[in-house]
């Protein structure tokens, strides 16, 4: 037993014997608890602070979470986040040479994985499997797109934080995790169905709603503007009408009747929904100036 620890016990037992209640047990251990999180608070802050150790960050953050107190453990997640956001560019850049995109290309080639350990166990080149440690290590995973590899944030590696953080920050993770492990959208398309887009899009309005003073409210309603928008017309590679007849396609309105027909509660989006269909059973599906102005004003509003 240190001295600090020892000077605590003292006094809770000399604190119990004055006012004759029990707290052998219980004032030493929560003391404890808050001076074991402030060790571990302070030394993360020595590796999260400085983008050279930001791989040490994340190793020390999955390996002492559980030594901290909630609150502490959700600050320190959600430095770990800023500092691989922040960092990104600084890496990417490292990827993009065409010495690593034709490593990589190669070894994507071969087995259709882009994970770290797939790539890893393809390529024998040192100073691109370097690059590929560092990337692995600092928490990052890589996509690609029109020809192209570069590296994201990769959410699924935080649920391990789950949980030890804050029920708001566990349900941000979820929702940020399902994206970066598969993409609504990529070359400005939609690759997922209708009925995911809009699955998506109810969990991030249901997330702002329920958690409105989070740390990443303010993230999420950026996100939710985005998620509308797509939801209601779709991206140019897969718009929600039909580029000819400007009539809805029949996927996009059944995710949309789908999503009303299940729902338990109201929503701002299922309002939207409701009111969308009704003017396209009056205009026979088709994409009319009147449903244009509506459309405008909603995700304007």
């Known amino acids: 037993m240190n001295w600090k620890k020892a000077s605590l016990l003292s006094i809770a037992i000399t604190i119990g014997s004055v006012t004759g209640l029990r707290t052998w047990g219980i004032e030493p251990v929560l003391a404890a608890t808050a001076t074991e999180s402030a060790g571990v608070y ?113 959410y699924e590696g935080f649920k391990i934080f789950k949980p030890s953080v804050t029920k708001d920050i566990a349900a941000y993770i979820d929702i940020m995790a399902t994206e970066s492990n598969q993409p609504s959208v990529s070359d400005a398309a939609i690759v997922i169905s209708w009925t995911e887009l809009t699955s998506r899009a109810l969990a991030i309005e249901d997330f702002v709603t329920k958690y409105p003073a989070s740390n990443r409210s303010t993230a999420l309603q950026k996100e939710l503007l985005i998620a509308t928008s797509r939801l209601l017309y779709g991206t140019s590679n897969t718009p929600a009408y039909d580029y000819d007849e400007q009539v809805i396609k029949p996927e996009v309105k059944k995710a949309y009747e789908n999503a009303l027909k299940n729902s338990k509660v109201d929503t701002r989006i299922l309002s939207i929904l409701e009111k969308l269909l009704q003017l396209l059973n009056s205009t026979n599906n088709k994409f009319t100036p009147v449903i244009e102005k509506f459309l405008v004003e909603t995700v304007n509003s």
């Open 42 to 154: 302070n030394q993360f802050q020595q590796y999260v602070q400085k983008p050279t150790s930001l791989a040490n960050a994340r190793n020390y953050l999955i390996n002492h979470i559980k030594e901290v107190d909630t609150w502490t453990a959700t600050q320190m997640t959600l430095q770990l986040e800023n500092a691989q956001k922040a960092h990104l560019i600084v890496y990417s850049e490292k990827v993009f040479p065409d010495k690593m995109q034709k490593e990589i290309n190669s070894a994507f080639s071969k087995n259709k994985n882009l994970t770290f350990t797939a790539l890893l166990n393809t390529i024998n080149d040192s100073n691109v499997r370097n690059v590929l440690i560092e990337g692995r290590d600092k928490g990052y995973k890589l996509e690609t797109s029109e020809g192209m590899y570069y590296p994201v944030m990769h």
